[in-house]
């Protein structure tokens, strides 16, 4: 060992306590290895330091005979087993943060702890050379004392440690605890912390997370459930508000198709018929839009198979329409016409139907008509590099073929049947001078049309190739090769 260690022991074991906190505090957490292995080195110095000179921590501290020394032994030999279970601590955390992440956080406080607590009796009995029986008993009746006084802390902490070990949820899981819905934040000592969807941040007792209902929405991970239910007239005919509940289903693409989307009827009463539409989303941020998107399919195809949702105050019935006309009411292009005006206008035109699978309007082909779907899923196929995709679902109330009426350019898109579809056709003789007689109208569709052009040119556009980084070694390799 060098002179100047040997000469002055007690300096150098108490510098290298300051080079061991100067350390580990200028090492960033993302170097958490190298820390680890600087403080193991210094330990092993200061261990190596203490026992050179005779300052064994197993022992009473040496020099007796000069109070100063001795005293300062005494400390350095404290801090030996400080020192140690500190070590002992940071070695425990980084074998549990590699095995259990940092869900074992609140279980590796309490070892930390444990290892503490034995360091501390540890160094009374063999270095101030207390009985520690006597020290245990005192200490027992004190944690007596401490425990009734803090009972429900106390049952917090143990609750948390079971939550840790059983693991129903994890740090980012969704989960809900007694109806409070959020996201798990962090897990501690006393609560579990939510950040809902609101934003807002719930706090939650360990000791009642443990004792109550918890659902968790991430598990499985690559799907999360969710319903939405409709309240409908009692007299609508169930099958009709099943079939039409069910397209409204095929036309959100955002579903997933397994498990798969499900339509069902759940309580009636004398005042209207409830019907819940059950189904599954890849990730947890999609759950309301989904929800939104079903809510308005489903008013839209209630609305086409003449169903409408049941409300608390009922108008009067409206005058029968027909099935053209009261389409023209639904369209949001239409919806500006005058009555008279959507008289005429249903009168000129026509019904078609589709089966599943059937081709409406092909890509590459100028459109003479116009459709509007009245009832039915509307598929949009769409070419990138040789392959087809869908690129989006029609439902009721929306028009193809407007490029071929605007401007007789082709269409961009395969539209099919996804499923049994009725749509009205109108010609386009027809159509043409409606909209130069009303600005209106004609601003409307040309509107939808650039939206839908930019939509396909933003789908079909081939995504930038990044070029891979390639370093030194890899150059080598293949100099190599």
């Given at each position: 060992m060098p002179s100047f260690i040997a000469e002055h022991p007690m300096l150098c074991a108490l510098a290298l306590i300051f080079i061991d906190i100067g350390v580990w505090r200028l090492i960033s957490a993302e170097l958490a290895n190298w820390k680890l292995a600087a403080r193991l080195v210094i330990f092993a110095v200061f261990s190596a330091v203490l026992f050179n000179d005779g300052m064994n921590p197993m022992l009473v501290a040496p020099y007796a005979d000069n109070t100063a020394l001795h005293l300062a032994a005494t400390a350095l030999q404290i801090g030996w087993w400080l020192f140690a279970a500190r070590t002992l601590t940071v070695l425990l955390g980084a074998v549990m943060m590699q095995r259990v992440g940092h869900t074992g956080r609140l279980l590796q406080d309490l070892l930390g702890a444990v290892i503490f607590l034995i360091a501390i009796i540890a160094a009374m009995a063999y270095v101030l050379d207390l009985p520690v029986k006597g020290v245990l008993a005192t200490s027992?009746?004190?944690?007596?004392?401490?425990?009734?006084?803090?009972?429900?802390?106390?049952?917090?902490?143990?609750?948390?440690?079971?939550?840790?070990?059983?693991?129903?949820?994890?740090?980012?899981?969704?989960?809900?605890?007694?109806?409070?819905?959020?996201?798990?934040?962090?897990?501690?000592?006393?609560?579990?912390?939510?950040?809902?969807?609101?934003?807002?941040?719930?706090?939650?007792?360990?000791?009642?997370?443990?004792?109550?209902?918890?659902?968790?929405?991430?598990?499985?991970a690559d799907m999360f459930g969710l319903s939405v239910c409709l309240q409908v007239s009692p007299h609508a005919r169930p099958q009709t508000?099943?079939?039409?509940?069910?397209?409204?289903?095929?036309?959100?693409?955002?579903?997933?198709?397994?498990?798969?989307?499900?339509?069902?009827?759940?309580?009636?009463?004398?005042?209207?018929?409830?019907?819940?539409?059950?189904?599954?989303?890849?990730?947890?941020?999609?759950?309301?839009?989904?929800?939104?998107?079903?809510?308005?399919?489903?008013?839209?195809?209630?609305?086409?198979?003449?169903?409408?949702?049941?409300?608390?105050?009922?108008?009067?019935?409206?005058?029968?329409?027909?099935?053209?006309?009261?389409?023209?009411?639904?369209?949001?292009?239409?919806?500006?016409?005058?009555?008279?005006?959507?008289?005429?206008?249903?009168?000129?035109?026509?019904l078609h139907?589709?089966?599943?699978?059937?081709?409406?309007?092909?890509?590459?082909?100028?459109?003479?008509?116009?459709?509007?779907?009245?009832?039915?899923?509307?598929?949009?196929?769409?070419?990138?590099?040789?392959?087809?995709?869908?690129?989006?679902?029609?439902?009721?109330?929306?028009?193809?073929?407007?490029?071929?009426?605007?401007?007789?350019?082709?269409?961009?898109?395969?539209?099919?049947?996804?499923?049994?579809?009725?749509?009205?056709?109108?010609?386009?003789?027809?159509?043409?001078p409606c909209l130069d007689a009303r600005h209106d109208i004609g601003e409307a569709m040309k509107a939808l049309l650039d939206f839908r052009i930019h939509a396909a040119q933003t789908l079909t556009q081939e995504a930038p190739v990044v070029p891979v980084k390639k370093g030194f070694l890899q150059w080598l390799r293949k100099r190599r090769l």
């Open positions: 027992g009746a004190v944690a007596i004392i401490v425990g009734l006084a803090l009972q429900s802390t106390l049952s917090d902490v143990f609750s948390g440690i079971v939550l840790n070990t059983t693991k129903p949820y994890q740090l980012d899981d969704w989960i809900s605890i007694d109806g409070t819905e959020g996201r798990v934040t962090d897990i501690d000592w006393r609560a579990t912390r939510l950040q809902t969807s609101q934003g807002s941040m719930a706090v939650i007792p360990n000791s009642l997370a443990a004792k109550a209902k918890i659902v968790n929405f991430s598990r499985p508000v099943i079939e039409a509940l069910e397209r409204a289903m095929q036309g959100c693409r955002l579903l997933l198709a397994k498990p798969a989307p499900s339509v069902a009827f759940k309580t009636s009463a004398s005042d209207g018929v409830e019907y819940e539409i059950s189904g599954f989303v890849p990730s947890m941020p999609l759950k309301r839009e989904v929800r939104n998107q079903l809510y308005d399919l489903a008013f839209r195809h209630l609305q086409a198979a003449g169903v409408g949702l049941l409300s608390a105050t009922e108008s009067s019935a409206p005058p029968a329409l027909s099935g053209a006309r009261a389409l023209l009411e639904r369209s949001s292009i239409f919806s500006t016409l005058r009555q008279e005006e959507k008289d005429t206008f249903s009168q000129n035109m026509t139907s589709y089966r599943a699978g059937a081709v409406i309007l092909p890509a590459g082909e100028v459109s003479d008509h116009l459709f509007i779907v009245e009832s039915g899923v509307v598929s949009v196929m769409m070419d990138k590099a040789g392959h087809m995709f869908e690129a989006g679902r029609m439902g009721p109330g929306e028009v193809i073929g407007e490029a071929g009426i605007l401007s007789d350019e082709a269409t961009l898109a395969d539209f099919r049947a996804k499923t049994f579809c009725t749509l009205y056709r109108i010609e386009k003789e027809y159509l043409k």
